[in-house]
């Protein structure tokens, strides 16, 4: 749509000068009395002889309607007119939908998505350039590669929003970075988003259509579950993004069968926990029974148990470690030769004094050794180190003191990535998670430290298998899904819904890009193995975001093409004053050769008006 806009409307008031022209035209023109013989030489003038009233009648006259128009024209000009243009023919136009959880939300009937989905088809209906779309979820992907109006809008169509975030700038930056075959660079992208994890600012050159109006939503933030004797002790939070405090139902099931039923007062703004301890194994499902505006987060999952850890020990052999692994419950695997395949068959792999190599995807203790794919370099040995600090908050150190433990020699690590967890002059405990591999990382042998006669050693190699093993179980939605194959080539991913997808092991892992659903996913193989993705935490704040009207306003200038009329609204003004002085001329009586004489006194002489 084309919008007209005045730099400068003050000037508008100029626009009062047309009833005064007006109101001089229609005055009686003052003028002497003169008798004369006859009329008949006056034609010219007769207009003006009839008039006897001050206030003549208007009558219809060209010239007063081109001084109108001249007057009109300028006064417009004087207020700096700009019409900006929206995309044209031919334009290439991306639009982007944000697909994150929060689009759901139903403030805005039917929903956000419904909503956004809605607007984008009426704006590609005015498209007639070649159209990309992007669904903007945890991962951007193009829906609708350059293509016509009536393919996108198919692709429109298809698009759902998912339980997951929406990466809506990385989309934006795949948007930019799209050029048609044979075309110029994208002129136009077209953004449609609630703006609810959106808090920076609007990228220059995009639109954003924002939908949504309510903030208020109550839901569950996160569940954890901890294996306590006697069962597993499992935290509910849950979270008020509302003005008043509400009183929520909980609901906790068990495998489908509900185990506690309570009642929870969530403050306004705040948050509130909900503690239970459940016996048994399985999938556990927390849901609030609240009426708001978002339902996705009114449901989350945990797992209830732990199945033994598989344990595949490699290098020296250490009493101390194998009672330790006793204490722990872990299941240790034989195998008669160490290859990369051996190696995925456990759940967590403990290299014990290993030289150093390269490490395929999957979970690693490292004891007095390190792998050249690590982020982490070795710069010779540090002799008596002194452990200073170390990082209690951190499962792997939970309810480990390191106070007293004595090391002779540790290697002196050099990390560039992932974190420290304890250090002394150097690192001495580091772990890292990516690229498939969660490892651990102590910097010395266990010969070379007492560590195995304190009480902190069993501890610590049950957290360190706790925390490299057990956190695949929970994933939020949107991440990806990264297993160790276990030796299985291939394997079918049952996701909440029922739907069966085919995987197939690459470098012993299975792996998907991202799951968008939340609920309880089975890995169904020679071994059968659950997990759960609950919605992110972040996505209960629903609050739309709207770019600071500065901010918006330099962003469509940047999409929209301003023309400034006023140059040719100074040329109308003057080619109608031109046009009302020579038709005026064209009033003015004809000059003769011949020499007549002319009355005595004042001559008449007719008005331009």
């Known amino acids: 749509m084309n919008a ?28 002497e009395p003169m008798p004369v013989s006859s009329i008949l030489l006056w034609q010219r003038t ?16 060209v010239l007063l309607l081109l001084q109108l128009l001249a007057v009109a024209a300028a006064a417009l000009a004087l207020a ?20 994150s959880a929060s689009m759901q939300a139903t403030d805005v009937a039917p929903s956000r998505f419904e909503a956004a989905r809605r607007r984008a088809l009426d704006r590609m209906q005015s498209v007639r350039g070649p159209v990309m779309v992007i669904g903007a979820g945890a991962r951007p992907a193009i829906a609708a590669e350059w293509t016509n109006r009536d393919a996108a809008l198919t692709a429109l169509s298809r698009l759902q929003p998912t339980d997951g975030p929406a990466a809506v700038h990385q989309a934006i930056g795949l948007a930019l970075a799209q050029r048609p075959a044979g075309g110029p660079a994208t002129s136009r992208v077209v953004v449609f988003t609630d703006g609810s994890q959106e808090r920076t600012s609007p990228v220059a050159g995009v639109e954003y259509v924002i939908v949504g109006r309510e903030s208020r939503n109550v839901g569950i933030t996160r569940v954890h579950a901890e294996p306590v004797p006697g069962g597993t002790h499992v ?7 509302g003005a008043q405090a509400e009183q929520v139902p909980l609901s906790i099931s ?22 239970a301890v459940v016996n048994g194994d399985g999938a556990i499902k927390a849901e609030v029974l609240v009426q708001d505006f978002l339902t996705a987060d009114n449901t989350a999952y945990g797992i209830a148990g732990r199945a033994r850890p598989r344990v595949l020990v490699v290098g020296e052999t250490d009493r101390a470690l194998g009672e330790a692994l006793a204490a722990a419950e872990a299941a240790r695997l034989s195998v008669p030769r160490i290859t990369p395949e051996t190696l995925t068959l456990a759940d967590v792999v403990i290299l014990n004094g290993t030289p150093p190599v390269s490490l395929p995807p999957g979970n690693y203790l490292l004891i007095g050794t390190t792998a050249p794919n690590l982020p982490v370099a070795v710069d010779g040995i540090v002799r008596n180190p002194v452990t200073l600090r170390w990082r209690r908050g951190h499962p792997v150190l939970r309810y480990v003191d390191l106070s007293s433990v004595q090391i002779a020699e540790t290697l002196n690590l050099r990390p560039a990535g992932g974190e420290v967890l304890a250090e002394g002059q150097v690192p ?18 266990l010969t070379n430290t007492d560590l195995a006669l304190h009480p902190a050693f069993p501890i610590l190699l049950s957290n360190a298998l706790e925390w490299l093993a057990g ?93 400034s009329i006023w140059p040719l609204l100074i040329g109308a003004a003057v080619a109608l004053l031109c046009l009302e002085w020579l038709l005026w001329l064209r009033t003015l009586p004809r000059a003769t050769p011949s020499r007549r004489a002319r009355p005595s006194g004042r001559a008449l002489r007719p008005t331009s008006g």
């Not at 047309?18 to 023109?29: C, D, E, G, Q, W």
Request: proline share 6%; aromatic share 4%.
């Open 80 to 99: 700096q007119p700009q019409m900006r243009l929206a995309a044209g023919r031919g334009e290439a136009t991306v639009f982007v939908i944000d697909l």
């Open 254 to 275: 068990l495998d489908g069968r509900r185990v506690v039923s309570a009642r929870v007062s969530v403050p306004a703004h705040g948050t509130a926990v909900s503690t």
């Open 46 to 61: 007769r207009r003006d002889l009839a008039a006897q009233l001050p206030i003549r009648r208007l009558e219809r006259s």
């Open 428 to 445: 001495l405990l580091w772990a890292y998670t990516g690229s498939g591999i969660r490892a651990v990382i102590l910097g010395f042998s």
């Open 471 to 563: 956190p695949a179980l929970v994933l939020e939605a949107g991440q990806p899904l990264v297993v160790t194959a276990r030796g299985e080539r291939e394997a079918r991913l049952i996701d909440p819904a029922g739907l069966a997808r085919a995987l197939v092991a690459r470098d012993g892992v299975f792996t998907v890009p991202s799951l968008d659903r939340a609920g309880l996913y089975t890995l169904q193989g020679r071994q059968r193995r659950q997990f759960v993705v609950s919605v992110p935490a972040a996505e209960s704040e629903i609050a739309p975001h709207t770019p600071p009207s500065s901010a918006t306003q330099t962003a469509r200038a940047a999409v929209d093409r301003a023309v």
């Open 4 to 31: 007209v806009r005045f730099a400068a409307p003050a000037a508008l008031w100029l626009l009062l000068l047309l009833p005064l022209i007006i109101v001089l035209y229609m005055l009686r023109s003052r003028r």
């Open 235 to 241: 935290v509910v939070q849950i979270g008020n993004t």
